[in-house]
C-alpha cells in the first residue's frame, strides 16, 4: 500500500515541470537535488526558494514557453516568475497569442493533446516561427492525434522544426502538499446527469477523469 504521507505531490510535480524546462546542465541540477533531498523531503520549497538554487546553474540558452490555459493553471501554482528566469526561460505567452518571429531561439510547449493545439503547433513550424519546438503534453496523447500531428507536419514540409514530442502526465494541478485537484467543475453531476444518453459523450467525461488520476498515480510512482 502507498504511504502517501512520506511523498509530497507537489514536489513531485514540480521537479517533473523543472526537468521538462532545463534541457541544459541536467546532470549539475539532479546533483543539486540529491543533496537537497533529505532536508526537504518533510517540507516543501517555497518559489523564493527554488529560484535561489536555480540561480547558481549556468544557462547555455534562453528559450520560450508556450501554454495553453490548462496548463497555464499547473503551472502557477508551482512556479514562479523568478523560477521560470533562473531555468532559461525568458518568456512565457500563450499559444493562442499573436506571437512575434524570434528565429534564433528555442520554444518548449507545454499543452493539452488537442486539436486545436495540434492546429497551431504546426501552423508556428510552417511560418518558421522558432528555431526549434521542444512539444510536451500534458496528458497521454492519442494515437489518432499523433498521426494526425506527423501527417499536418508532412505535409506542410516542415518535420524538421519538431525536436521532441513527450506525454508529460501532469495533467492535474497542486493546491497544496499532497492535495490536487483536476479542474473539472460540476463532473459528479454531470455524469449523474438522466439525460445523457450518448455512451460516447460519457466515456469522454469518464476517459478524462481517469486520465488525470493515471497521472496522479504516476508523480506517486505507484498504481492502486
Not at 506525454?167 to 446527469?193: G, H, P, V, W
Amino acid at each position: 500500500m502507498l504511504n502517501t504521507k512520506s511523498i509530497c505531490l507537489m514536489k513531485r510535480q514540480r521537479h517533473a515541470i523543472i526537468e521538462m524546462l532545463q534541457s541544459t546542465n541536467k546532470q549539475s541540477f539532479d546533483s543539486d537535488i540529491k543533496k537537497k533531498k533529505s532536508r526537504s523531503e518533510k517540507s516543501v520549497k517555497t518559489g523564493s526558494d527554488l529560484g535561489k538554487s536555480l540561480t547558481e546553474l549556468n544557462i547555455q540558452k534562453w528559450r520560450i514557453l508556450i501554454l495553453d490555459d490548462s496548463c497555464r493553471d499547473i503551472l502557477t501554482s508551482l512556479l514562479k516568475v523568478g523560477d521560470l528566469r533562473a531555468l532559461g526561460i525568458t518568456l512565457v505567452l500563450g499559444i493562442k497569442d499573436d506571437r512575434q518571429h524570434i528565429p534564433d531561439t528555442p520554444a518548449i510547449y507545454f499543452v493539452m493533446p488537442t486539436e486545436e493545439n495540434i492546429e497551431l503547433i504546426v501552423r508556428d513550424c510552417e511560418n518558421d516561427l522558432y528555431e526549434s519546438i521542444h512539444v510536451n503534453f500534458a496528458q497521454s496523447t492519442s494515437r489518432s492525434l499523433l498521426e494526425k500531428f506527423a501527417h499536418e507536419l508532412v505535409m506542410r514540409e516542415c518535420t524538421n522544426k519538431i525536436s521532441k514530442i513527450y506525454d508529460q502526465f501532469m495533467n492535474y494541478r497542486c493546491i497544496e502538499k499532497n492535495f490536487f485537484s483536476l479542474d473539472y467543475t460540476e463532473a459528479l453531476s454531470q455524469l449523474l446527469d438522466p439525460t445523457i444518453k450518448s455512451e460516447s459523450e460519457m466515456m469522454t467525461k469518464i476517459e478524462k477523469i481517469a486520465s488525470g488520476l493515471v497521472s496522479v498515480s504516476m508523480s506517486y510512482e505507484s498504481f492502486p
